[in-house]
C-alpha cells in the first residue's frame, strides 16, 4: 500500500533555525496533508495542499509539492522550542478509496 | 481540544480481559476511523466508518471488534489481546472519508499485561 515516508527520521536544531522536513510518496494523490504530534498525544492538523498546487503557506509553515518527484516538503521557519514535536505527512490515493496513509514521521527536537 | 474525545486515556488489560474504547465527535462528522500507533512505526489505518458503516478493515485480527452506533460515536471491543496489542490507539474523525483534514482525539495508551 502506499506510504509516505519522511526524512529525515530525526532532526536536532536551535531555537530560531528553519527546519525541513521531507515526504516521499509512491502512488498520485489527491492531497497530502502535514500533522503534528506532541509526545504520546493526539495529531493535529497543520495543513493541506492539494495535488494541483505546488506551494502554501501558513503562518511560519510553509508546504511545496512536487508531484513529478511524488515528494513533499514541510519548512517551518524561525523555530519555537515549543515546535518540538513529531511531524508526520499523509496521504490520499487518487484511485478513490477511503484510506489516509501516513508515514514514520520526524522527530523534530529545537532546543533553546 | 479537537472536539474528538476519547476514553478511558490509559488502560491496562490482561490478555483474557474484555475492554472496550470509547471516542465521541460533536463536529458533525461523516466519517471515524481507528488508528494504532506502535513504536517506531507508521500510523496503521484499522477501521473506517462512513454513516455508521464499515467501509475498510485492513485485515485487523479479529481480537478487535468495532461498534459504531451513530454517527458521533465509535467504539473499540477488546478481547483476548496480545502483549504485541500494546500501543496507542487513536479515534479520528472527519467530514467524509478520504481528502478531507482529520481530527484526532488524544488517544488511548493500551497496555497488555
Known amino acids: 500500500s502506499q506510504q509516505g515516508e519522511e526524512d529525515p527520521q530525526a532532526l536536532s536544531i536551535q531555537e530560531g533555525e528553519n527546519a525541513t522536513m521531507n515526504c516521499s510518496y509512491k502512488?498520485?494523490?489527491?492531497?497530502l496533508q502535514w500533522y503534528r504530534q506532541n509526545s504520546g498525544r493526539g495529531l493535529v492538523h497543520l495543513i493541506l495542499i492539494r495535488s494541483n498546487e505546488r506551494e502554501k503557506h501558513s503562518g511560519r509553515l510553509r508546504v511545496t509539492l512536487d508531484t513529478s518527484k511524488k515528494s513533499s516538503s514541510l519548512l517551518i521557519t524561525a523555530s519555537r522550542a515549543a515546535d518540538t514535536a513529531s511531524y508526520f505527512c499523509?496521504?490520499?490515493?487518487?484511485?478513490?478509496?477511503?484510506?489516509?496513509?501516513f508515514g514514520a514521521g520526524t522527530r523534530l527536537f529545537v532546543k533553546a | 481540544e479537537t472536539g474528538v474525545t476519547q476514553t478511558p486515556r490509559h488502560l491496562v488489560m490482561g490478555m483474557t480481559n474484555k475492554k472496550s474504547l470509547k471516542c465521541e465527535q460533536h463536529l458533525g462528522h461523516n466519517a471515524m476511523y481507528w488508528y494504532k500507533q506502535s513504536a517506531k512505526k507508521p500510523l496503521e489505518l484499522m477501521f473506517v466508518y462512513s454513516l455508521e458503516e464499515r467501509v475498510e478493515n485492513n485485515s485487523v485480527p479479529s481480537r478487535f471488534s468495532p461498534e459504531c452506533p451513530n454517527s458521533s460515536h465509535l467504539f473499540l471491543h477488546l478481547h483476548t489481546l496480545q502483549p504485541e496489542d500494546s500501543a496507542l490507539y487513536l479515534c479520528a474523525s472527519s467530514q467524509k472519508t478520504g481528502y478531507t483534514e482529520a481530527f484526532f482525539g488524544q488517544g488511548t495508551r493500551l497496555t497488555v499485561v
Open positions: 499523509a496521504t490520499d490515493e487518487s484511485t478513490g478509496g477511503f484510506k489516509t496513509i
Open positions: 502512488t498520485s494523490i489527491n492531497n
